[in-house]
């Protein structure tokens, strides 16, 4: 099971800390992602962290204000997303991967187990 936390409404160019928390499954084991899905839009790769920590990828709209991380000791995943902007409202969905290899990082094909998402809304 998966647990997203951490959602709500902030001004541009604010920040907001999402927290995935998992249980039932070996966590250490699982590959970390997040996803977003806006209104209307298909859903879209955010982050992701490979269970080994040697593969971490960013969607090209993120990178570089968001960062993913994870605590192994908490079954937690973390997305830190800073500089929001409108266009980063979205219901924001973790994932969890038993095989994920880093060719297939940012495919939503690639995870197993999803979370049930939480929503943040950025205003202008």
């Known amino acids: 099971q998966l647990q997203a936390s951490g959602g709500g409404l902030v001004q541009a160019g604010d920040s907001l800390r999402l927290s995935c928390t998992t249980s039932?499954?070996?966590?250490?084991?699982?590959?970390m992602a997040w996803f977003r899905q806006a209104p209307g839009k298909e859903r879209e790769f955010v982050a992701a962290?490979?269970?080994?920590?040697?593969?971490?990828a960013y969607g090209d709209s993120v990178k570089g204000r968001f960062a993913i991380s994870r605590d192994n000791a908490k079954n937690t995943v973390n997305l830190q997303m800073n500089s929001l902007k409108p266009e980063d409202t979205a219901v924001y969905y973790c994932?969890?991967?038993?095989?994920?290899?880093?060719?297939?990082?940012?495919?939503?094909?690639?995870?197993?187990?999803w979370g049930q998402g939480t929503l943040v809304t950025v205003s202008s």
């Open positions: 994932a969890a991967g038993r095989s994920v290899i880093l060719s297939s990082i940012r495919r939503d094909s690639a995870y197993d187990y």
């Open positions: 962290i490979r269970y080994n920590r040697d593969g971490i």
């Open positions: 039932g499954l070996t966590f250490r084991s699982y590959s």
